[in-house]
């Protein structure tokens, strides 16, 4: 069975402006225009237990609505959402205790308190009983590295504490599913690698089902084997990293240290001289027209290779490539 589904699910929301209008009684020569905006167009997916899914898309996709949709913060224009079989809009209460949410910049903690008296708060606030919570707040604190920040007030914690320190509180009350947003937004490079291993961790062996939005597809490419690809409120793709892939990055790179140097890019069909540094080539290709073999033998047929790699699509590159076939 799903643990998280959405149905044909739609959310507008009102947008107002002004635009010209008669002079009123009160002399305004303006009055206000409602109009609806959808964040999210019939959007339909399933997520089982256990399974770390990405869900990509540019600002404005419906990323966000989508997950405060699943959460239950928001009710849904059309469509249906339900978590564990209950329904995220009717049943919030029963599915909070089973959900924990990240929601990037957003803080769950007390801004003055020590962070251990906010997660001792959290604690009431699910009726976590005291020995769970202090076995888990324990697995935590050596997973996340956040021991020594128990007695520092949450203001003072710095932008990458505060994110693992977040991540924590959402885990207290043992949570079956995390939906996380942007949870590694301006974090430097060894926070981000701390924050990937955790969460890589809690998906594989302690069978927690993550939803992760997030710009940064490396988050994405280390954590998930699975992507949503979400475009002006439609889903545009459903399926695994490698299926994008195979459907989109059909081009290869090659590059080649040369100990001529100079070569004509024009003796080797199918291929395409995109850059070049002294000795250092570029030869881009298509995998449906020519394996890595092909070209790597013609070059190697009339001058002298020194050294080679084979660059696969970054995954940053097959995401833009979906966005621009989606357009209209």
């Not at 939803?211 to 992507?227: G, K, T």
Request: proline residues 4%.
């Amino acid at each position: 069975m799903a643990l998280i589904e959405a149905h044909d699910l739609v959310k507008d929301f009102p947008v107002r402006h002004r635009a010209p209008g008669m002079l009123s009684a009160i002399g305004s020569l303006v009055r206000p225009i409602r109009d609806w905006k959808r964040a999210v167009d019939h959007v339909t997916f399933a997520i089982g237990r256990g399974e770390a899914v990405g869900y990509v898309g540019p600002n404005g996709a419906g990323k966000s609505t989508t997950i405060k949709l699943l959460t239950g913060l928001l009710w849904p224009t059309a469509g249906e959402t339900r978590v564990m079989g209950l329904s995220s809009s009717q049943r919030r209460t029963a599915i909070a205790r089973h959900i924990g949410v990240v929601f990037g910049q957003r803080t769950q903690l007390w801004w003055d308190l020590p962070v251990g008296d906010s997660f001792e708060l959290l604690r009431d606030i699910y009726t976590v009983a005291r020995a769970d919570y202090s076995a888990r707040r324990e697995q935590l604190a050596e997973l996340l590295g956040i021991g020594p920040l128990f007695q520092v007030p949450v203001r003072q914690l710095s932008l990458g504490q505060r994110m693992r320190v977040e991540l924590a509180a959402a885990l207290l009350h043992g949570p079956s599913i995390l939906y996380l947003d942007e949870p590694t937004i301006g974090l430097d490079v060894v926070a981000k690698e701390r924050m990937r291993t955790a969460l890589a961790h809690l998906n594989r062996d302690q069978q927690v089902t993550i939803l992760l939005a997030s710009h940064d597809l490396d988050d994405i490419d280390r954590l998930c084997s699975r992507v949503l690809v979400i475009d002006c409120g439609r889903l545009v793709f459903d399926g695994a990293l490698d299926e994008i892939r195979d459907a989109y990055g059909q081009e290869r790179t090659v590059v080649v240290d040369l100990e001529e140097g100079e070569l004509d890019a024009g003796q080797f069909p199918g291929t395409t001289l995109v850059r070049k540094e002294g000795a250092r080539h570029w030869f881009r290709f298509s995998r449906n027209e020519r394996t890595a073999a092909e070209v790597i033998g013609s070059i190697a047929s009339r001058h002298r290779i020194i050294d080679l790699t084979v660059e696969e699509p970054d995954i940053e590159y097959v995401i833009s490539r979906i966005y621009r076939e989606s357009q209209p």
